[in-house]
C-alpha cells in the first residue's frame, strides 16, 4: 500500500478494516457471527510518500517493517489499543471487504476497499472422488510444477476455502491441490466423510495419484502443507510416505489425539452416529492409530479450563503411557520439515509441541532434517539441527533478554509454585524429573532432567520474599544461564 503527495515528515496513520464471519454455537445452533478486525500502524512519510513494504510501523498494532502487519494485527473494536487510537467507522462495509483508512492527525486523507483477485494464466479445477474433494489450481505455461498439498485444520473443509489456499499457492509456481478430507454438512460438500474419526492417511495417497494425472504437476517432486489437524495428518503421513519430500506443519502436534464429529451439532441427525470403539484421529491400513483420549468438554462450562491449550495437556498427562505410544516419530520420516508454533497457543501447545517433534526426547536424539520456529511474546526461537540441550551454544556471550506476564492468582500462590521446583513435572510437560539435592530455607539446589539431559539449578529467593534467582550451576557444560523472577502485585488483592 502506498500513498503519495505527503510532506516529509508527515506522520499518517494507516487502517484496516476487515469483516467476515465465523461458525459460533449459540443457544445449542451453529450459526454465522459477524467480526470485524481492526488494525492499525503509523509511518513517517519520506520523498513525499509512504509504502507499507519499504517502510517500518514506529507504532501500531504492529511494530516494524511487515508488509502484511496491517492484515494479520487486526484486534476487536474494544481492545484498548484499537479503541483510544481513533478508531474509524466503516458503517457501509459488509463481510469479506477489508477497507483502508488513511488519517493525519484528526484529518481524513482517503479511504478505500482492498481488492484481491485470482491472477491470470492458471487453471482452475474442482474435484471429488475416491473419498476426498478439493481444489487443484496450477499455471498455465507449458511447464511441469513442483506438487503442493494442502491440508486444512479442524475446521474441516469448505469448497471457497480450498480454491482460495490452491489459487494462492498456484500464483508461486506451484501445482496446488487443496484437499477436503472431513467436512460438516454446514459445508454441503458430499462424497466426503462428515467426521474426522479414523480418517485413512490413505487419502492423501489418493490425491497425489489425482495430481499426478495432470498436465502441469510434476508429482516426482512432492511436498505437503497442514495447519492444527492438517499438521497433523503431514506428519503421520511423511512417517509412512517416502514420496512426500517437504512438509510445513503450522501450529502442529506432536502426537495423534483423539478424533471427533460422530456426533457434532453441525451435521444432520442422519450424519451423526454413536461413538466407535476406537476414536482415533488416524487409521492406517485399516487400523485406527494409538491416540490421546481427551477429557470431555461442555461449553457451557467454559470455566472448566483455562483454555483448551490446558484442557489438551491434561489429557496428556491422564495417561503417559498412553501419550507414549501417540507420539508421531518424524524422525522416521524422509521428508524435510518446517515446524511452526505458537508460544501462547490458546487451542493446543503448538509451540512445545513443535519443540518436541523437532527434538525427540524418545530416541534422545534430533531430527537433523526439520527446523522449529516458534512465535512468543518477545520475539522468535528458531531451531535447527541439534537439541535443544545446545540452544546455549547459539545465544551470545552476555545475551539479556526481558519479559513480563500477568497471572490469574496471588503472590503467595505463584511464589510457592515458583519455591516447589519438586512439582514442576505436573505443569512442564518438557520436565520428566526433579531431583532435589539441597533444600533449606530461602535456597533449593536441583537437577532437571529433560529428555537425555540434565542441568543442575540453584534457586534463591533474594530482596524480600517475592524476588528469586536462578543459576545454572552444572560445572560441565559449555554455557550457564541466570533467571531474575520478579513477582509483584497489580491491585490490593494482590492477584499478579
Request: aromatic content about 10%; charged content about 25%.
Amino acid at each position: 500500500m502506498q500513498i503519495t503527495g505527503l510532506a516529509d515528515g508527515q506522520v499518517v496513520r494507516l487502517w484496516t478494516i476487515r469483516n467476515f464471519t465465523k461458525w459460533q454455537e449459540v443457544e445449542a445452533r451453529w450459526v454465522e457471527v459477524p467480526v470485524t478486525l481492526y488494525a492499525w500502524a503509523d509511518f513517517v512519510a519520506a520523498k513525499g510518500r509512504v509504502d507499507t513494504t519499504a517502510m517500518p510501523s514506529i507504532q501500531g498494532t504492529y511494530r516494524g517493517q511487515d508488509p502484511y502487519g496491517l492484515m494479520w494485527s487486526g484486534r476487536t473494536s474494544d481492545d484498548p489499543l484499537v479503541a483510544n487510537a481513533g478508531m474509524p467507522v466503516a458503517s457501509d462495509s459488509r463481510p469479506g471487504e477489508t477497507f483502508i483508512v488513511a488519517q493525519s492527525g484528526t484529518t481524513e486523507l482517503a479511504r478505500g476497499t482492498l481488492s484481491s483477485r485470482e491472477p491470470a494464466g492458471l487453471r482452475v479445477v474442482g474435484m471429488n472422488e475416491g473419498g476426498i474433494a478439493g481444489v487443484y489450481a496450477a499455471p498455465t505455461d507449458g511447464k511441469a510444477h513442483p506438487v503442493v498439498l494442502l491440508l486444512h485444520g479442524s475446521e474441516g473443509g469448505s469448497r471457497d476455502g480450498a480454491r482460495e489456499l490452491a489459487v494462492r499457492y498456484a500464483a508461486q509456481g506451484y501445482a496446488a491441490f487443496a484437499v477436503i478430507y472431513f467436512a460438516y454438512d454446514l459445508a454441503g460438500i458430499s462424497g466426503v466423510s462428515h467426521q474426522h474419526v479414523n480418517t485413512p492417511i490413505e487419502l492423501l495417497d489418493t490425491a497425489r495419484h489425482w495430481v499426478a494425472d495432470q498436465p502441469e504437476a510434476d508429482a516426482s517432486r512432492i511436498g505437503v502443507y497442514g495447519h492444527s489437524k492438517g499438521a497433523e495428518f503431514a506428519a503421520v503421513a511423511a512417517v509412512r510416505y517416502p514420496w512426500i519430500d517437504a512438509v510445513v506443519a503450522c501450529v502442529p502436534t506432536d502426537v495423534v489425539w483423539e478424533g471427533y464429529g460422530f456426533d457434532d451439532e453441525r451435521n444432520r441427525p442422519e450424519n451423526r452416529s454413536a461413538a466407535p470403539e476406537q476414536v482415533s484421529s488416524w487409521s492406517w491400513r485399516g487400523e485406527p492409530l494409538p491416540y490421546i483420549k481427551l477429557r470431555p468438554f461442555d461449553w457451557r462450562q467454559p470455566q472448566e479450563y483455562f483454555n483448551n491449550t490446558e484442557r489438551y495437556e491434561r489429557s496428556r498427562n491422564d495417561d503417559p503411557k498412553r501419550a507414549e505410544r501417540a507420539v508421531i516419530p518424524i524422525e522416521q520420516s524422509e521428508a524435510k520439515f518446517l515446524l511452526l508454533g505458537g508460544e501462547k497457543d490458546e487451542v493446543w501447545a503448538s509451540g512445545a509441541m513443535a519443540l518436541t517433534q523437532w527434538c525427540n526426547e524418545g530416541q534422545k536424539g534430533c531430527c537433523m532434517n526439520s527446523w522449529s520456529i516458534v512465535l512468543g511474546a518477545t520475539g522468535v526461537l528458531v531451531l535447527t539441527g541439534a537439541c535443544v540441550y545446545v540452544a546455549g551454544l547459539a545465544l551470545p556471550e552476555g545475551h539479556i533478554a526481558e519479559r513480563s506476564r500477568e497471572v490469574r492468582g496471588t503472590v503467595a500462590h505463584v511464589s510457592e509454585r515458583v519455591r516447589r521446583v519438586q512439582a514442576q513435572p505436573q505443569w512442564r510437560r518438557e520436565v520428566t524429573r526433579i531431583e532435589v539435592q539441597e533444600d533449606e530455607p530461602g535456597r533449593v539446589r536441583y537437577v532437571e532432567y529433560t529428555g537425555g539431559d540434565a542441568i543442575a539449578f540453584d534457586l534463591r529467593e533474594s530482596e524480600g520474599r517475592w524476588r528469586f534467582e536462578s543459576r545454572i550451576v552444572s560445572p560441565d557444560l559449555p554455557f550457564g544461564g541466570r533467571w531474575m523472577i520478579g513477582l509483584d502485585a497489580i491491585d490490593e488483592a494482590q492477584p499478579l
